[in-house]
């Protein structure tokens, strides 16, 4: 049974470039949170992906972007990268209507923005 | 606005001693929900909290939901070297999806 899994594991960009992050979810799940952990703190919520839509939002600007596909799976993508967009960032898998909500991360993508 | 408030920050303690964590929101929270991350690792569930005054204990880790059901504690009894990490809560207001995360608190256990 594979957990949550996340690519690519490393990336370096400049300021300005556009990333895609992609997300697969643990079996038998099908939401999909995203989350920007700056360095030092704790997980900020950037979205959540139900039924390939868009179900919730934290607070980022519009340069933040996502897809959920019919397998479930996620992708994130970020425009126009800034400086500050440099961060861990986490997937998170969940049952909508399970027993619990039991979050499941994946072991993120290290973003640097140069 | 809701936020959910974690301390310390910082715990240095010796091996075997005791290590507790403080969670608070100024809002009531529906549930809430700990981490735990190893340096370089990602958040690992340990438990949910749903009841007012609901306590629950994993071996050596208690955890309780306050009464008002706006602050929350995580208790490790004796530490050990392997409970070094940081400790997250993570609350959730009314039927929201969104999680709020703390700042979490760095455990450092010196053997």
């Known amino acids: 049974d594979a957990g949550v899994t996340q690519s690519p594991t490393h990336l370096i960009k400049t300021r300005g470039q556009q990333v895609t992050l992609r997300c697969s979810p643990k079996?038998?799940?099908?939401?999909v949170s995203w989350y920007q952990q700056a360095l030092g703190q704790g997980p900020q919520f950037i979205f959540q992906y139900y039924e390939e839509e868009e179900r919730q939002r934290g607070n980022f600007p519009d340069r933040f972007s996502g897809h959920q596909f019919p397998n479930y799976s996620s992708e994130l993508n970020v425009n126009a990268l800034l400086l500050g967009d440099s961060a861990l960032y986490l997937c998170?898998?969940?049952?909508?209507?399970?027993?619990?909500?039991?979050?499941?991360f994946g072991p993120g993508t290290r973003l640097t923005v140069l | 606005g809701q936020q959910v408030m974690q301390i310390p920050q910082y715990q240095h303690v010796q091996e075997g001693e005791d290590f507790t964590t403080y969670c608070n929101s100024s809002t009531t929270l529906s549930n809430i929900q700990w981490y735990k991350q190893r340096p370089g690792g990602h958040p690992v569930f340990l438990i949910q909290l749903v009841k007012s005054g609901e306590v629950k204990k994993q071996k050596r880790l208690t955890f309780q939901f306050g009464e008002a059901k706006k602050n929350s504690s995580l208790h490790i009894t004796a530490t050990q070297t392997t409970d070094v990490g940081t400790y997250f809560c993570a609350g959730r207001f009314g039927t929201g999806n969104q999680f709020y995360f703390g700042t979490g608190t760095s455990l450092t256990v010196i053997p």
């Open positions: 998170a898998s969940t049952r909508t209507g399970g027993p619990t909500d039991t979050q499941y």
């Open positions: 079996s038998g799940h099908d939401t």
